[in-house]
């Protein structure tokens, strides 16, 4: 794993050797390979075999830096800022920052995290990418900075605290995943993407360096050409994510992001792609959902006939406590509580396959949800602000059909709510008898959120809701396409955490070709009737993969199943979840944290069958495991106390 770490001092003599000690010995405590530079202020760290030459002239005198990169377009940028040949990612994104400043890292493509240092300037500038994978985080003290890719790797710093912040820890458990800057640490901060950060002896300052095109203009007059640009897009996102010709393998399924991934690896002629996908455990106490079909192995099988370079390994998810059991070991690899963890644990099989076969690169089409394959529900509010009232009622009404709910409800729920003040909405739905607000009554009434609920007012969670712009419900969430590409850049935190963990522990780098950022930024300029037409969502991925994917893939309206046994495995553990809650009750710092005498009624009134259970689903997923799963948590960082 490449990584890098560093310390900066604004003390006019700063211990200097100190710090490089301190880097060094933990470094040499893991047997890593590591690099070190250092100024009168600063040490950097580079740790992990460099990729390329990291030397060249873009390094300006007086300066730091430390990065990793994996960039698309490296070759291009290369000849735009003349640099001499064969310098890694890591050396190119630096180049482009020292030379062009915040345009330079708008030029970049790909995964990216810096960190340089300007001895003269005494300016610390730490910069990410736009959302595709990296992560970047710093703690400022009194007179100091500590910064690392990888989180484990700051907190191992002993100047740096690991002191929770209970604020964040319940607004996570509350529901909000919109923490673009704050971690769970108190003083810890994450670069937020698309974001430089400046950090002198005076003072902190984010910025944005680069934000999507909303063109006011069509791109193309013809539908098909429209389809045709999204096909050479797809087609460049997939060669751009293997460019190093690494070992790889598709975390794969049968809905239309992964298909189309592998799909597209096919048709570019690769003999062999390796293809991981879980299915459910044979017999259990499972439940599948109407909208939903129960296994992903007949779709797979299926493009394995259309494609025989589609190797499939099928693992069942026969037993998923062992993920739960080994949560240390989750939190040695990457610090921070995992939401649904227990839905999660799903994958753990898949990527222990995967690294026991040497995978060093796995794909996935997540990013694809925002973009390609965009369900179209932005279209309803799209058509009413350009006055096509006839189509609109048009759209309403094919999609009441097809879903086999109300007209009205449909124009309630994707036009009425969308367009109101959400003060104005939240009152509406709590006059209807819903709980749209978060207080301590509806927190109270509301099973998804195991918090105490005084705790509400305590620590004043619906002010830090609005701060980070977490709307409750969701459904009030203006329906435009700069609310769509604040999703798609702005809050995908989460998933890049989740995949620096599966590097941390598995040594696999996540790739996904769907958040290719030419990809992404053309989506959000193809028209909203494209994505969704007759009340069909996703229309225009279905399209789009027309000549490459089947046609009963294409046609498709359900969902793949997930978790379809997780009560049955939840039951397996019950007496560990007893357990855990029993300590809840013993610990003050807990009791302040979570409603426990709730959490101990879910475990005496254990539901019958799957599905009651399903019925349940937010009480046990998103209350009881997830309490359970953030206790541990607590109790990690404080060395087993809480």
């Known amino acids: 794993m490449r990584a890098f770490v560093g310390v900066v001092r604004f003390d006019p003599f700063p211990d200097v050797e100190r710090d490089k000690h301190e880097l060094i010995r933990r470094t040499h405590a893991d047997k890593r390979v590591f690099a070190t530079e250092e100024s009168d202020h600063a040490v950097f760290m580079q740790m992990g075999e460099p990729a390329g030459s990291e030397q060249g002239a873009w390094r300006a005198p007086g300066t730091l830096f430390a990065g990793r990169a994996f960039l698309h377009n490296a070759d291009d940028l290369s000849r735009q800022l003349d640099l001499p040949p064969g310098m890694g990612d890591a050396a190119i994104a630096g180049s482009a920052l020292q030379a062009r400043g915040d345009a330079g890292l708008a030029m970049l493509l790909g995964n990216f995290a810096l960190a340089r240092w300007d001895e003269r300037r005494r300016e610390l500038t730490l910069a990410r990418d736009y959302g595709s994978g990296d992560s970047l985080f710093f703690y400022r003290g009194k007179n100091f900075v500590v910064f690392a890719s990888h989180l484990p790797e700051l907190l191992a710093h002993p100047d740096v605290p690991r002191q929770l912040d209970d604020v964040v820890l319940a607004s996570f458990l509350a529901g909000n ?36 095109e909303f063109r006011t203009v069509p791109l193309y007059a013809r539908d098909q050409d429209y389809i045709e ?55 259990g106490n499972a439940f599948v959902r109407e909208n939903e079909y129960p296994s992903e192995r007949p779709k797979t099988e299926l493009l394995a006939r259309t494609y025989p370079a589609l190797q499939f390994r099928y693992i069942r998810t026969q037993d998923l406590r062992q993920f739960e059991r080994s949560d240390e070991r989750y939190f040695d690899g990457w610090p921070i509580p995992m939401f649904a963890a227990s839905v999660a644990q799903l994958f753990v099989p898949l990527y222990d396959a995967m690294a026991a076969d040497g995978v060093k690169v796995v794909l996935m089409g997540t990013a694809g ?56 909405g939240q009152t509406i739905l709590r006059l209807l008898g819903h709980r749209p607000y978060l ?15 005084e705790l509400i007012s305590e620590l004043d969670l619906p002010r830090v809701f609005q701060e980070d712009g977490a709307i409750r419900p969701a459904s009030l969430r203006r329906r435009t396409r700069q609310d769509r590409a604040e999703r798609m850049f702005g809050f995908a935190y989460l998933m890049h955490e989740a995949r620096a963990l599966v590097e941390g522990r598995y040594g696999i780098e996540v790739r996904d070709p769907m958040a290719d950022r030419d990809l992404l930024e053309f989506s959000l300029n193809v028209p909203e009737r494209l994505y969704r037409r007759d009340g069909l969502t996703r229309r ?59 959490l101990k009624r879910l475990l005496d009134d254990w539901p019958k069958d799957a599905a009651e259970a399903e019925r349940l689903r937010p009480a046990y997923i998103h209350s009881l495991a997830e309490a359970v799963h953030v206790f541990r948590f607590m109790r990690w960082v404080n060395r087993g106390n809480a």
């Open 229 to 283: 640009r999204a096909r050479e897009l797809l087609d460049r996102a997939v060669a751009r994510v293997l460019k190093d010709s690494p070992r790889f393998a598709v975390m794969a399924s049968g809905g239309l992001d992964s298909s189309a991934v592998v799909s597209t690896l096919a048709r570019q002629g690769h003999s062999t792609v390796p293809c991981y996908t879980f299915i459910p455990a044979e017999g």
């Open 439 to 453: 207080d301590r009554s509806d927190v109270a009434m509301d099973s998804s959120i195991p918090l105490r609920p």
């Open 177 to 212: 995943r919109q923490q673009k800057r704050r971690t769970v640490f108190q003083g810890i901060e994450r670069v937020p993407t698309r974001s430089v950060v400046t950090i002198t002896a005076d003072k902190t300052a984010h910025r944005t360096y680069w934000s999507p």
């Open 540 to 598: 225009f991925a279905r399209a789009v993969l027309a000549d490459r994917v089947p046609a009963e893939i294409l046609g498709e309206k359900r969902l793949g199943a997930q978790a379809t046994n997780w009560f049955s495995a939840m039951s397996v553990r019950r007496h560990e979840l007893a357990a855990e809650v029993e300590r809840m009750e013993a610990s003050l710092t807990a009791c302040r944290m979570f409603d426990v005498p709730r």
């Open 369 to 424: 949800n925002l973009g390609l394959t965009w369900d179209g529900f932005n279209l309803l509010p799209e058509l009413a602000r350009q006055g096509h009232i006839v189509t609109l009622l048009r759209e309403a009404k094919a999609t009441a059909s097809l879903s086999g709910t109300p007209i009205l409800r449909v124009l309630v729920h994707e036009l009425l709510y969308p367009s109101l003040p959400v003060w104005a």
